[in-house]
């Protein structure tokens, strides 16, 4: 493998993913830009290298099997191995998604994107995060995933829309990244959840209070922790979130 770490960051050609790309470039690793559309991944990769980032495109819809394992085929062709898995990409499903009048189809398309895209992009990345000295993967959650704060009980407040697609998508993850912690420990991966904070990105119609850049940040840290860093953790720039 090249001395040079090299990243994927899915769902970077906007938003959080763009700028956690940006944050990883800056260390001077090669950052595959995952994006499942053509022009918006290679306008991101243009923007990216004139920033100075050594990026690759990497076509990759996170819901779609053969995607996703041509893109682990690339990235072992392109970079020759992968360090770092950032698994960005996310839906909302749109609003309102109220309990009592869901569609169950809008909760199964934020489920597929959400946690089974997670998993699916984790798994065929996995042989080649195997190889590597130090391999990290962040999952991007929510504090909206919180139990506690949907719950908002003691000392956390109620966090978050009454929706029933989007937040409980995040518990789900939170839970499948405790699921692979567990089968992960005493190997040298490291794998736990971000939350951004409330960024304004189109996800939320930019109403977020935060820029693109201070959501990355929380990525950048669980991307670069030492060997003897946390997994299994859930974290925002504050420090732990409770589960
Ligand atoms: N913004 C916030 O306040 C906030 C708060 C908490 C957590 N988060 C989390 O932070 C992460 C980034 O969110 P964001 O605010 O940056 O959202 P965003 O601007 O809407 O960006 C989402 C990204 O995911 C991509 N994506 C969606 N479905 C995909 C698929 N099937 N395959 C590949 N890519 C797909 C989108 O690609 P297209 O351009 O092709 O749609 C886009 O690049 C998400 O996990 C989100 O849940 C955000």
């Known amino acids: 493998m090249s001395e040079q770490t090299i990243a994927l960051v899915t769902g970077a050609n906007k938003g959080i993913g763009y700028e956690i790309a940006v944050g990883l470039g800056a260390l001077g690793w090669k950052v595959g830009v995952g994006a499942r559309d053509d022009k918006r991944r290679e306008a991101a990769v243009e923007r990216l290298r004139a920033a100075g980032v050594d990026a690759f495109g990497v076509p990759l819809d996170v819901t779609d099997d053969a995607s996703v394992s041509a893109a682990a085929h690339l990235i072992e062709e392109q970079a020759g191995g992968l360090d770092v898995l950032v698994n960005n990409a996310a839906v909302t499903g749109g609003w309102p998604q109220q309990p009592t009048l869901v569609d169950p189809d809008i909760i199964r398309a934020v489920v597929e994107t959400n946690v089974i895209g997670v998993v699916r992009v984790t798994n065929a990345m996995l042989p080649l995060l195997r190889r590597s000295a130090s391999p990290r993967i962040v999952n991007m959650s929510s504090s909206v995933g919180s139990l506690t704060r949907q719950a908002g ?68 840290t669980l991307a670069t922790l030492p060997d003897d860093g946390p997994t299994g953790q859930f974290f925002e720039d504050a420090g732990p979130v409770p589960w």
């Open 153 to 220: 009980t003691g000392a956390e407040q109620t966090t978050g829309p009454v929706a029933v697609a989007y937040p409980p998508s995040k518990s789900f993850l939170n839970a499948v990244t405790l699921q692979y912690a567990r089968e992960l420990s005493g190997t040298n991966i490291l794998i736990n959840l971000g939350c951004p904070g409330y960024v304004a990105t189109d996800l939320n119609g930019f109403r977020g209070v935060r820029t693109p850049e201070q959501g990355a940040a929380i990525a950048i």
